[in-house]
């Protein structure tokens, strides 16, 4: 029975078919079974953010429904469902996970994120011919081994090997440490790093540059020289300016950003009715919009995504919803970094923050992957929990 919680947590990561199924079921135990556990109650922030995340979930479902984008509701029941209920239901959760313990979480995110990874590992065997040329990359979609389609988009891959990507520097950390079992697990976690970074390469994920970055951040303040900390700053700063010269660090993201937000006022109501033109640094002029023959048809930032699908109500429930919690956790995390030591099971929460704080900068709504979108508020509801006792419950 210990090793039930693992094993789920690594078949959510391996986004076996039938999650969903399963993650209400494993919600809706998990639940019952904390409940009958002591433990602190909710915080009022928990509680706002939830009813701000279900409201979200109402209105989000409520123009989707209206500009017939889920229409017949009845045929789209799995995503009103998951949308309606899953965000706020699985912060919840994450929170009462603090009342089996701490180090629960720990091994819950590091199975998760195994998982994760041998799911690209997976995609990239499929896709490769033959399946151990390691040397072939890819630009646009891989074969991935199970799911509705058979053919998914690099990016919406690449993010769930971002996770092991992002634990390098706790790998590193434990394998300096004297426990002869930290260091193993150093081990393991450096080498399932070394697979990310690999799978990276083969999909050209920029967006794992920027993840690594927020990752090893903390890190940089724990080094005691500050002429060390000044090197390391400018080698950095070297190396994204020749990243940015070369054209390697040249992202469209940031034009189609930028553009989107020019004409927010063509639609305050959604419909994916913004269109609009914007200059790549790679392609030239590329075309935005929800119509055959565009180049790109989300603004690849969570918000603003639910913006052009549904208007300012949702977009407004999901930033109450999100803002606080963000402010939050950055203050946890901050808080326990100058007043205890940075332990390493702090530092893989920090490593999993990262990766979502990244996704819903750059990347679509539910990351083209509603699973990992909706695990994530478990990690958010964990951390808040976590962090509870440094921070003021108003």
């Not at 929170?95 to 990239?124: K, N």
């Not at 203050?331 to 940075?342: A, L, S």
Request: charged share 10%.
């Amino acid at each position: 029975m210990n090793l039930l919680p693992l094993v789920l947590a690594f078949l959510f990561g391996l986004g076996v078919p039938k999650a969903f199924s399963l993650l209400y079921v494993v919600l809706t135990l998990t639940a019952w079974l904390a409940l009958r556990r002591s433990g602190r109650r909710p915080s009022a922030l928990l509680i706002w953010s939830g009813i701000w995340l279900f409201l979200f979930g109402v209105s989000y479902v409520t123009f989707l429904v209206g500009w017939q984008v889920w229409v017949p509701p009845l045929d789209f029941l799995p995503e009103i469902l998951a949308i309606l209920l899953l965000p706020a239901s699985c912060l919840v959760v994450g929170w009462l996970l603090q009342r089996f313990g701490h180090p629960i979480g720990t091994r819950l995110i590091l199975f998760y994120v195994l998982g994760a990874l041998i799911y690209t590992l997976l995609s990239l065997g499929l896709s490769r011919t033959p399946w151990w040329n390691t040397s072939q990359t890819f630009t646009h979609i891989l074969r991935v081994p199970w799911g509705q389609q058979n053919w998914l988009s690099t990016r919406a891959v690449e993010q769930r090997a971002f996770l092991a990507l992002a634990l390098l520097p706790v790998g590193i950390q434990l394998l300096s440490m004297s426990k002869f079992r930290q260091r193993n697990i150093g081990f393991l976690i450096v080498a399932m790093s070394g697979l990310a970074i690999h799978v990276a390469w083969a999909l050209q994920g920029r967006i794992g540059v920027a993840i690594f970055i927020l990752a090893v951040l903390p890190y940089l303040f724990l080094i005691k020289s500050s002429a060390n900390r000044l090197v390391l700053g400018l080698l950095g700063l070297v190396l994204m300016i020749v990243g940015i010269a070369s054209g390697w660090l040249c992202d469209e993201r940031f034009a189609l950003v930028g553009g989107f937000l020019r004409y927010l006022g063509d639609a305050p109501w959604g419909g994916r009715l913004i269109r609009y033109s914007y200059r790549d640094c790679r392609y030239g002029v590329l075309n935005f919009g929800s119509f055959s023959g565009s180049d790109a048809f989300t603004p690849h930032n969570v918000i603003l995504d639910v913006y052009n699908d549904a208007g300012w109500i949702p977009t407004l429930c999901i930033l109450l919803a999100i803002l606080p919690i963000t402010v939050a956790l950055l203050r946890g995390f901050w808080i326990r970094f100058v007043t205890t030591e940075w332990d390493w099971q702090l530092a893989v929460r920090w490593s999993f923050f990262s990766v979502l704080l990244v996704e819903w900068v750059i990347q679509p709504l539910l990351y083209t992957d509603q699973l990992m979108f909706s695990i994530g508020f478990v990690l958010v509801g964990l951390l808040l929990a976590d962090f509870s006792p440094f921070l003021p419950d108003k």
